[in-house]
């Protein structure tokens, strides 16, 4: 559509190239009547439920707060101590580690041999398309439910499995060891179609004579593969694994109607675990430490991953 | 793949490896799809000695019940209230905003653009509990617009930034013309900028809502009536109440996840471009 525009239009105009005569030409009163009305809303809410939050959550994680009245219980970087303190914290981010590694180290894999596959035109492969990316679609709370459903000792498919090898079907969500596995398997199932759509729309927008030239230049599939177009592809596999990684700090919604990070905290990630111990028994204080720590981490990572990884982008 | 002997093509190893992989990723994905719709079909007893097979007696009472219950109807009525009012109040103060940003030259502009970017930085989540009291200072918890306006706030980020860089497309010398023949900025929005843009309204409409609809954490926090919940927090409180009925929730989960699926298919392509536009082109 963009470029319909584009076309329709005589003569294209490059970013930021307007005309010097345009901009103290006509209407300064209406760009000025623009500036009052048009921009207040979209900052006045952005200012006041996104940046003035994380600006609050600071100043109140230095307090012991049960959110009524004013806080008045001033104890400094105690709520950090504690939260570092808790052995449950560590296990959240040991949770959050695993699922980056699993991100990195199975669905990213999966994701793009996939989309190499089905880039390619045969009768079906749109329809496979969309069926690989509707998981993403789902509510993860919609998709937490059928998998704790599937995992049920009792009714559950995996159970269901169990049996008819003779076996006792275990409850996999219930045990320590097997929770936080259970929950990996679902995030898998979740999210690899995304991270191939992303693959799949980069391979179409992929300069084809580049692959045609290697191969007639003598390269095999695989080598035009490994050499031509995996290369290619490094700017789309660095934005998939950013989103892994970003996706992972927020997860929240499908560990809830698993495992609502239990047992014993084994699978909490670092939401769930600011759920569990600061939203829902209203510690402001602690949970705001809980928040500080993981906005720190969100930006930090960002930053750095977009200046060592994306600067080009 | 090339069509050339496709006789020849069932054969080759590469061939069968493709369809095999394929075959199984397809299974992994669309078994416990499946085993929830028919799963609802069945009575309890059925579905623990045969949770993968068709029913043997079909069981439309699970759903006839949940279809027929008022209950089923006011979580959508609420979730679609909810992602209504998030996907019009964004639609609005986005467009407004990026079209500023991207045809009005003032002083601090990129400042501000960069402000707002910000917001794709970190998750709600973080900022979860003080947003919770300044929802509750302001009077609105426990109501559609404390879920709502929070929703907009954190999506005005993405959306700003992806009309922004659709509507700087709109050739220049289109406004300027307008501008020269008497046509005021908030006219060429509303008659210019906004038709010619409806592909990519639609596409931050679709994002905006499939966000909202599905949205829990923030329902959960600022909402504690049973009646105001969207259907991610009263399916889970469906989940409490029947605990183990299974054929139950099955179905409720099936109804539930259905107008998400059904709006995939009519809105495949916006979907699919809006989940993955903020990405491809960062």
Same mark, same amino acid.
């Given at each position: 559509?963009? $470029? ?11 970013? &930021? ?103 390619? $035109?045969? $009768? ?46 275990? #409850? ?22 995304? #991270? ?18 290697? $191969?007639?230049? &003598? ?7 490994? #050499? ?86 | ?197 409806? %592909? ?29 919940? %969207?259907? %991610? ?25 259905? %107008? ?23």
């Amino acid at each position: 559509m963009a $470029r319909r525009i584009a076309i329709a239009s005589p003569i294209g105009v490059a970013d &930021g190239a307007v005309p010097q005569a345009a901009v103290r030409g006509p209407g300064w009163d209406g760009r000025f009547t623009v500036l009052i009305l048009f921009l207040p809303p979209a900052l006045l809410l952005f200012t006041l439920f996104v940046v003035l939050p994380i600006g609050e959550a600071a100043w109140y994680s230095g307090f012991n707060w049960n959110g009524f009245g004013r806080p008045t219980n001033w104890i400094g970087f105690d709520n950090y101590r504690f939260v570092l303190e808790t052995r449950a914290f560590w296990l959240a981010l040991r949770n959050n580690g695993l699922i980056i590694a699993v991100s990195l180290a199975i669905q990213l894999p999966l994701a793009l041999t996939l989309a190499l596959m089905l880039a390619e $035109r045969f $009768r079906g492969a749109v329809a496979l398309r969309m069926l690989f990316f509707m998981p993403y679609i789902l509510a993860e709370i919609a998709t937490g439910l059928i998998f704790s459903f599937v995992y049920d000792g009792d009714y559950g498919l995996v159970a269901s499995i169990w049996r008819t090898f003779g076996a006792e079907p275990p #409850h996999l969500l219930a045990s320590t060891d097997t929770a936080m596995l259970a929950v990996l398997i679902v995030i898998v199932w979740k999210y690899f179609g995304f #991270h191939m759509m992303l693959f799949i729309a980069a391979l179409q927008s992929l300069d084809k004579s580049l692959i045609e030239a290697a $191969r007639i230049d &003598g390269a095999t599939r695989s080598q035009a593969l490994r #050499h031509v177009v995996i290369p290619l592809l490094y700017p789309t596999i660095r934005l998939s694994v950013f989103f892994a990684i970003i996706g992972s700090l927020q997860l929240f919604d499908l560990v809830m109607p698993l495992t609502r990070g239990g047992p014993a905290d084994s699978s909490n990630t670092m939401v769930s675990f600011l759920y569990n111990n600061g939203i829902s028994r209203m510690r402001v204080g602690y949970g705001s430490a809980i928040g500080v720590i993981l906005f720190v981490i969100c930006v930090t990572f960002a930053f750095t991953y977009k200046r060592w990884f994306m600067r080009d982008e | 793949m090339s069509d050339v002997g496709t006789t020849r093509a069932l054969f080759d190893p590469a061939v069968l490896f493709k369809a095999a992989f394929l075959g199984i990723v397809a299974i992994f994905v669309l078994v416990p799809l499946l085993a929830t719709l028919l799963g609802g079909f069945k009575s309890l007893g059925e579905l623990r000695v045969n949770p993968f097979g068709l029913p043997q007696h079909w069981e439309w009472q699970n759903y006839a019940d949940i279809l027929f219950s008022g209950r089923y109807w006011q979580l959508l009525r609420n979730s679609l209230i909810i992602s209504t009012l998030t996907v019009t109040l964004t639609l609005i103060t986005a467009s407004m905003a990026a079209f500023t940003f991207a045809h009005v030259r003032f002083y601090g502009s990129s400042m501000l653009l960069s402000y707002l970017t910000i917001g794709l930085l970190f998750p709600a989540a973080t900022a979860v509990l003080p947003l919770f009291i300044r929802v509750r200072d302001l009077g609105l918890l426990d109501t559609y617009f404390g879920v709502a306006l929070p929703q907009v706030a954190f999506s005005l980020a993405m959306s700003v930034l992806l009309l922004r860089r659709f509507f700087k497309d709109i050739p220049y010398e289109l406004l300027e013309a307008a501008l020269v023949d008497g046509c005021s900025y908030i006219k060429f929005f509303r008659y210019v900028t906004l038709p010619l843009s409806r %592909p990519i309204l639609a596409t931050v409409g679709t994002i905006t809502f499939v966000n909202s609809w599905n949205a829990y954490l923030l329902p959960l926090v600022m909402l504690n009536t049973d009646a105001l919940y %969207p259907w %991610p927090l009263g399916i889970m409180v469906y989940q409490g109440e029947y605990s183990s009925e299974w054929h139950l929730i099955l179905a409720f989960i099936t109804l539930t996840i259905l %107008p998400t699926i059904i709006l995939f298919l009519l809105a495949q392509k916006h979907i699919v471009a809006g989940l993955t536009a903020g990405a491809v082109k960062g």
